[in-house]
T-cell receptor, first 115, second 113 residues
Framework: DAGVIQSPRHEVTEMGQEVTLRCKPI?????LFWYRQTMMRGLELLIYFNNNVPIDDSGMPEDRFSAKMPNASFSTLKIQPSEPRDSAVYFCASTAVGSGANVLTFGAGSRLTVL | SQELEQSPQSLIVQEGKNLTINCTSS?????LYWYKQKYGEGLIFLMMLQKGGEEKSHEKITAKLDEKKQQSSLHITASQPSHAGIYLC?????????????FGAGTQVVVTP
């Protein structure tokens, strides 16, 4: 298996632009998580899905952030409009809930810089 | 806000020395996970603990979950440069939440020659 695949790996954009981050979870995993990591705030849970349905989005900072999971093999995290304070590394992770031990497998992350 | 408190925030250890990292929760943990992260990379799973008093080891790394299941420790024996990185504890099940996988702030480990 190729693991959790995230794209792009690096994104540099200007304030006000729309940013879309993509994630392909591991085949067979039914739960997907989006995290944001910064030096100041550590690893923050933004939103997670079970069976493509958003379960908890209380970590999404504000309305500028949105996430979708149209099918079991694809999810997006969108920021519109982007701001410099959104600069961070965004991680996607997936697991197979119900298998007992819910070990998360992480992607390599998308490093976002908003100028 | 973080529900899992890690200590110390960072530590510097001389190669060959032992080190311990702690992870504390105010709620009972039903699944406690340890991950390691190298700068700029994703998290790598190390170990998972579920039962009070449980202890697991892999190579030179040992993790324990206390009897009350509210605190875990990660111990590295005879540290090596390969042990450098950020160690994070995570939990997906507590008395207040189920499935919401959250992490502590992490402990940065530096191993010096």
């Amino acid at each position: 298996d190729a693991g959790v695949i995230q794209s792009p790996r690096h994104e540099v954009t200007e304030m006000g632009q729309e940013v879309t981050l993509r994630c392909k979870p591991i085949s067979g995993h039914n739960s997907l998580f989006w995290y944001r990591q910064t030096m100041m705030r550590g690893l923050e849970l933004l939103i997670y899905f079970n069976n493509n349905v958003p379960i908890d989005d209380s970590g999404m900072p504000e309305d500028r952030f949105s996430a979708k999971m149209p099918n079991a093999s694809f999810s997006t995290l969108k920021i519109q409009p982007s701001e410099p304070r959104d600069s961070a590394v965004y991680f996607c992770a997936s697991t197979a809930v119900g298998s007992g031990a819910n070990v998360l497998t992480f992607g390599a992350g998308s490093r976002l810089t908003v100028l | 806000s973080q529900e899992l408190e890690q200590s110390p925030q960072s530590l510097i250890v001389q190669e060959g020395k032992n080190l311990t990292i702690n992870c504390t929760s105010s709620k009972t943990l039903y699944g406690l996970y340890w991950y390691k992260q190298k700068y700029g990379e994703g998290l790598i799973f190390l170990m998972m603990l579920q039962k009070g008093g449980e202890e697991k080891s892999h190579e030179k790394i040992t993790a324990k979950l206390d009897e009350k299941k509210q605190q875990s420790s990660l111990h590295i024996t005879a540290s090596q440069p390969s042990h450098a990185g950020i160690y994070l504890c995570g939990a997906d099940r507590t008395t207040d939440s189920w499935g919401k996988f959250q992490f502590g702030a992490g402990t940065q480990v530096v191993v010096t020659p």
